[in-house]
Nanobody
Framework: QVQLMESGGGEVQAGGSLRLSCAAS????????MGWYRQAPGKQRELVADITSRGNSNYADSVRGRFTISRDNAKNTVFLQMNSLKPEDTAVYFCNLGLFGRSYWGQGTQVTVSS
């Protein structure tokens, strides 16, 4: 069983920064894909960024250059540094772990950006 625990959400003004963290526990193997998705009200869940265990990262066009994903493999933790936040970044952010063809999700953390 895999558990994901997110932290770091909150409310910030436009132009501000937040850092999200997600710690994975349970039956974690070294080769996996970790990432962040978000879902705004009335919209589908979308990929924000993901990163392989080797450190190769991928970003949505809407956040590239503003957000940075990183991970600490020793602690099975993934981070999302969000800078220059915009009101359209407001959403519930979900941590995701891909492992042996299965996908695991955190409970989500709210990020609200006010104008």
């Amino acid at each position: 069983q895999v558990q994901l625990m997110e932290s770091g959400g909150g409310e910030v003004q436009a132009g501000g920064s937040l850092r999200l963290s997600c710690a994975a526990s349970g039956s974690i193997f070294s080769i996996n894909l970790m990432g962040w998705y978000r879902q705004a009200p009335g919209k589908q869940r979308e990929l924000v960024a993901d990163i392989t265990s080797r450190g190769n990262s991928n970003y949505a066009d809407s956040v590239r250059g503003r957000f940075t994903i990183s991970r600490d493999n020793a602690k099975n933790t993934v981070f999302l540094q969000m800078n220059s936040l915009k009101p359209e970044d407001t959403a519930v952010y979900f941590c995701n772990l891909g492992l042996f063809g299965r996908s695991y999700w955190g409970q989500g953390t709210q990020v609200t950006v006010s104008s």
